[in-house]
């Protein structure tokens, strides 16, 4: 069988990236298609296959720039010739989902996420970006909301990384789809030795949407210690926010590092709306609690009461009565809770999954 895998962008090793690689474990000689390609910032399993781009690859400065040929990408997966594949698999959360298999073949779509800023998101999109972008933005996202819509037609099986996200598909595509949770390498975190700090912990990027915000301003208000683990903080934020000596930005971090966080954190705070979120799962690996925001795919990583707790509402008053509690009444000190919990989102799990629905080949 010869198989086309077909991604948005290859420019960094992040969620999306980490199931292209298991995939390429089912399907070691599949051939890797997508619109900008990074070879330095990519993984092993990925750069010795076959990785054929699309004419935004030669546009300037693509390997930065690439969010912003986002409305050139619909028509350039055109350049892609899929003809001879007997199984396609796209993975969309930018466009990828578009290409033309041939009539005999089997297109699966694995969804991490209906584009973000076509759908639910638009408005945080359009209102944290410049006048020029904003300018182009009302012109052009009609037209691609009609794109996205009638290219769903092409998938024969839509698979979901969560629950939240198989509604969202309802929502924009309405199609069903089938869940299979993103693989998490909770083998890694394993061996993690629990000896809690006084430091709370945040890991990401300080995106509008994680709500790193909320974390900061409950710590602040309270005096509580809050480390920031993760590249994208400005450094005004950092001249900020590091002044009360409460919070302190680790910036990008090593494994070894991200195992040593988790090993000193009281808990990690969660408080953003993730169409899954793998985080709080590695977290949970390590032994971890979890502190989330009561909604997105958090709600199926975390089990509450067992692994974490839930806030009710984005404000840090909420978060900081959620840390009261879990400080006066929480107590996880059963680690195999925490390992049993998180077999379900394994590397293996999620292959098993995916063979499945190869082999059954029904459209959904």
């Given at each position: 069988m010869k198989v086309a895998i077909v991604h948005y962008w290859l420019v960094n090793i992040r969620g999306g990236e980490k199931v292209i690689e298991s995939l390429l474990e089912i399907f070691p000689?599949?051939?890797i298609f997508t619109h900008v390609y990074n070879p330095d910032n990519t993984g092993e399993l990925v750069k010795h296959r076959n990785i054929y781009t699309s004419r935004i690859n030669k546009l300037p400065f693509a390997k930065k720039l690439y969010p912003l040929y986002m409305p050139l990408m619909p028509k350039a997966l055109m350049d892609f010739n899929l003809q001879d594949y007997d199984l396609v698999i796209s993975s969309e959360s930018g466009p990828s989902k578009g290409v033309v298999p041939n009539p005999d073949s089997f297109h699966v779509c694995y969804c991490h996420s209906p584009m973000r800023y076509l759908w639910d998101m638009y408005h945080d999109y359009f209102k944290n970006t410049n006048f020029f972008v904003r300018?182009?933005?009302k012109r052009l996202i009609p037209d691609l909301r009609v794109w996205d819509i009638i290219s769903a037609n092409m998938v024969d099986c839509f698979t979901a990384n969560s629950e939240y996200v198989a509604k969202r598909i309802k929502r924009?595509?309405?199609?069903?789809?089938?869940?299979?949770?993103?693989?998490?390498?909770?083998?890694?975190?394993?061996t993690v030795l629990r000896k809690p700090q006084d430091y709370y912990l945040f890991f990401g990027q300080l995106t509008d949407y994680k709500r790193a915000d909320i974390a900061i301003d409950a710590c602040v208000k309270t005096g509580r210690k809050l480390v920031i683990a993760g590249a994208g903080a400005k450094k005004k934020e950092i001249k900020k926010y590091s002044r009360n000596g409460l919070i302190s930005f680790r910036g990008r971090v090593s494994?070894?590092?991200?195992k040593n966080l988790f090993s000193g954190a009281k808990a990690l705070l969660?408080?953003?709306?993730?169409?899954?979120?793998?985080?709080?799962?590695?977290?949970?690996?390590?032994?971890?609690?979890?502190?989330?925001f009561r909604g997105g795919g958090a709600l199926e990583t975390v089990k509450e009461n067992e692994t974490g707790i839930f806030f009710n509402e984005q404000t840090p008053e909420s978060l900081i009565a959620a840390m009261d509690y879990f400080e006066k009444e929480c107590k996880f000190h059963n680690r195999d809770v925490f390992t049993e919990h998180v077999k379900q989102f394994s590397n293996y799990v999620?292959?098993?999954k995916m063979k499945q629905i190869f082999e059954g080949k029904k459209r959904i």
């Open positions: 000689d599949a051939d300018h182009f933005m924009y595509y309405n199609r069903d789809s089938i869940v299979v949770n993103p693989p998490v390498d909770t083998e890694k975190y394993r494994d070894d590092e991200i969660f408080p953003g709306i993730e169409d899954f979120g793998i985080i709080p799962v590695e977290a949970n690996a390590a032994g971890c609690p979890v502190i989330a999620f292959m098993e």
